[in-house]
């Protein structure tokens, strides 16, 4: 208390020191007309600020770097373990459902048929997974600085882009083994991972601020994920669906992508319709998502 | 000259979880479960005439002129750090508008996003950019940061493995190279040992004399006094007082 009050008494001469020296030293501020940031309480609708997203990249790049620095610290193997994953159950399914079940691939090998959607499919779940559990996961930058939320689980998925260009180091090596030549059709590769990439964001970004209020997408997402695989073409093609029930296959926009991959590599003819709509379910998942993230995130600080 | 924060009437409104309503008889198993199925949804539902809300924060308006420092002082749980988080944009006020002319950063703790797993200098890029640098701004400042930190030797060791006071030096130094035109302060000062503390309320002086603007909220009436020339004295959620730091001071310790 002593030291308190001897401080106090020395305050005076200070303050007035600092408060002399404050008009327009070294920063005089010109005040603009318009306010910079206007808060206001409970706008019903909230655009998608894309210049403030925009603004942001440089954050949306740190993110990533750091999930990407994080995964792989204080292991051996590092990040041989984005080929590990899915070579290892390539190895599993071509032996089960290869040898053992001979599912039909229209004369594919099968390991390079099955690695090739697994690829897609390991980047796509992962990237969902990631994406959704990415607020909770960060919950102390929520609560603590303000920034668009919007970065964290896009930052989530992406990060995943990494594994993806590993992983496929050993698809190319696979194509060259079984002698499969490079076409124009390797073209429509670098889209296809486009269109993944925008299908995992509007499912990453939609669990992830539902994930917030209601915790049972932690425990619903793993199963839900492995039901998609099931019903997606990876380890079938899906021509070995029944004809009468295959628009129901076509229906999950994973089995345009999935296809379209296999028959850009394996020179196939390209399914253009399942194709079109994929991308367009992709482009109104990830509208809708941002908005409903957009209207979600004002909570975010109080319920996370 | 025109204020460079201008807030006016801001109200936050928090739900308090609603008690479990001690039912007089036994509720059966059939109730039970359709409770515990609803709950997570049915949570507004028992509101009738109970109020199970609190006003942290209640009709609070100022204007703040750039180049001002101002404090922010009242008792545990007066509504201080609610109104904060409201200025910067972390939570949504319940009614109310505040329009800031100028970026604002906001420290309402240090080291908010290090990653224990990372390096020190991993940590500076990483938080430097949570906070809103550009990474142009970092590199420039990369080295001051880390002269002012002390930590030179162990930069591109995990932070994990750092002492306490070393984390906190190195936080603290990020945080004190920011450049907004508002700067948002709870508490975060001076910490580490007894001459970094010194160093630290140094660049306090030297932030506060710079012409920046800067909201400080402290339980320290000596520091709102030493670097304040207004301060507001909060309330139960009001503004009980607002007006030259000393007098404003002198009356929350008469209270």
């Known amino acids: 208390m002593s030291l308190l009050a001897t401080k106090t008494t020395k305050q005076p001469p200070l303050a007035e020191q600092s408060s002399a020296q404050t008009p327009s030293r070294d920063l005089s501020y010109d005040v603009p007309e318009k306010p910079v940031v206007t808060i206001e309480a409970g706008k019903s609708w909230v655009p998608l600020n894309l210049r403030d997203l925009w603004a942001c990249r440089e954050l949306l790049y740190f993110l990533m770097w750091r999930d990407i620095k994080v995964r792989y610290k204080q292991t051996v193997l590092g990040a041989a373990w984005a080929v590990i994953q899915p070579l290892v159950t390539m190895i599993i399914f071509t032996y089960f459902f290869g040898k053992l079940a001979k599912l039909p691939t229209e004369g594919v090998p099968y390991p390079v048929f099955v690695y090739a959607a697994l690829l897609l499919w390991t980047f796509f779940s992962n990237g969902v997974n990631s994406g959704a559990n990415s607020l909770i996961g960060n919950s102390n930058l929520i609560t603590k600085v303000y920034f668009p939320r919007l970065v964290i689980p896009s930052a989530a998925v992406g990060a995943g882009l990494l594994d993806l260009a590993i992983a496929s180091v050993l698809l190319v090596g696979l194509l060259l083994y079984y002698g499969f030549p490079v076409t124009w059709a390797y073209l429509m590769i670098l889209p296809l991972i486009v269109l993944t990439t925008l299908l995992a964001l509007g499912v990453g970004i939609w669990f992830s601020a539902l994930n917030v209020k209601y915790r049972d997408v932690r425990y619903a997402l793993p199963f839900l994920i492995q039901v998609w695989f099931f019903v997606s073409p990876i380890i079938y093609p899906s021509s070995l669906v029944p004809e009468e029930w295959r628009w129901a296959m076509w229906l999950n926009p994973v089995t345009g992508i999935v296809e379209a991959f296999r028959a850009s590599l394996f020179g196939r003819p390209f399914p253009w319709a399942a194709l079109a709509y994929s991308g367009g379910f992709g482009l109104v998942m990830l509208a809708y998502a941002s908005y409903a993230f957009r209207r979600m995130e004002r909570n975010f600080a109080e319920l996370i | ?255």
């Open chain 2, 1 to 255: 000259m025109r204020p460079i924060i201008k807030v006016e009437g801001i109200s936050k409104r928090f739900r308090i979880q609603p008690r479990e309503a001690p039912s007089v008889r036994y509720p059966t198993l059939r109730e039970s479960l359709v409770r515990v199925v609803r709950s997570p949804f049915a949570r507004q539902r028992n509101n009738g005439g109970r109020d199970d809300t609190v006003w942290a924060l209640k009709d609070v308006s100022f204007d703040v002129m750039p180049g001002e420092v101002m404090g922010i002082i009242g008792p545990n749980g007066a509504g201080k750090s609610t109104l904060l988080k409201v200025l910067s944009r972390i939570i949504e006020p319940t009614s109310g508008r505040v329009e800031l002319y100028g970026r604002v950063a906001s420290l309402l703790e240090v080291g908010t996003g290090f990653h224990p797993d990372l390096s020190g200098r991993e940590n500076v890029y990483l938080n430097g950019a949570i906070l809103g640098m550009k990474r142009r701004e970092i590199d420039a400042k990369f080295d001051e940061i880390v002269a002012f930190a002390e930590v030179e030797r162990f930069i591109d060791a995990a932070v994990k493995h750092y002492s306490s006071g070393m984390y906190l030096r190195l936080a603290f130094a990020v945080t004190a190279h920011l450049d907004p035109e508002v700067l948002i302060i709870d508490e975060v000062l001076a910490v580490g040992d007894a001459s970094f503390q010194k160093k630290c309320l140094g660049k306090m002086d030297d932030v506060t004399r710079s012409g920046r603007t800067v909201l400080l909220v402290s339980h320290s009436l000596a520091m709102v006094t030493q670097h304040c020339r207004r301060a507001i004295l909060i309330d139960g959620g009001r503004i009980h007082r607002m007006g030259p730091a000393e007098e404003v001071v002198a009356h929350y310790e008469a209270m």
